[in-house]
């Protein structure tokens, strides 16, 4: 497994923008496929986009492409959500998550059962 931390939540306006950042140790980054997740009070944990290996392919949930994205930095062992124009409804506690594999291009993992490793969560509110 490997050691994931979130940082850059906060509290932001409707339409403003949040970057958050999700570092990882213990073991070889570029090793796993990252995704990001966020859970809502009284909702499930929602799959919002995930990254190949080495970030050439990345897959984004219908409801909020076109404003959010990831990126990552195998050099320093960050994968990166950018969110913009925020909606309220984006508000929830943001995780990212780890899967390892073999397959150097694989990104279609969009359920928390895939993923072997998380982080603790970053919490991200949208005032209307």
């Known amino acids: 497994q490997v050691q994931l931390v979130e940082s850059g939540g906060g509290l932001v306006q409707t339409g403003g923008s949040l970057r958050l950042s999700c570092a990882a140790s213990g073991r070889t980054f570029s090793d796993f496929v990252m995704g990001w997740f966020r859970q809502a009070p009284g909702k499930e944990r929602e799959f919002v986009t995930s990254?190949?290996?080495?970030?050439?392919?990345?897959y984004v949930t219908d409801s909020v492409k076109g404003r959010f994205t990831t990126s990552r930095d195998n050099t320093k062992n960050t994968v990166y959500l950018q969110m913009s124009s925020l909606k309220p409804e984006d508000t929830a506690v943001y995780y990212c998550?780890?899967?390892?594999?073999?397959?150097?291009?694989?990104?279609?993992?969009?359920?928390?059962?895939?993923?072997?490793?998380w982080g603790q969560g970053t919490q991200v509110t949208v005032s209307s």
């Open positions: 990254i190949s290996r080495s970030g050439g392919n990345t």
């Open positions: 998550a780890a899967k390892g594999t073999l397959r150097s291009t694989s990104y279609l993992y969009t359920s928390p059962m895939q993923y072997d490793s």
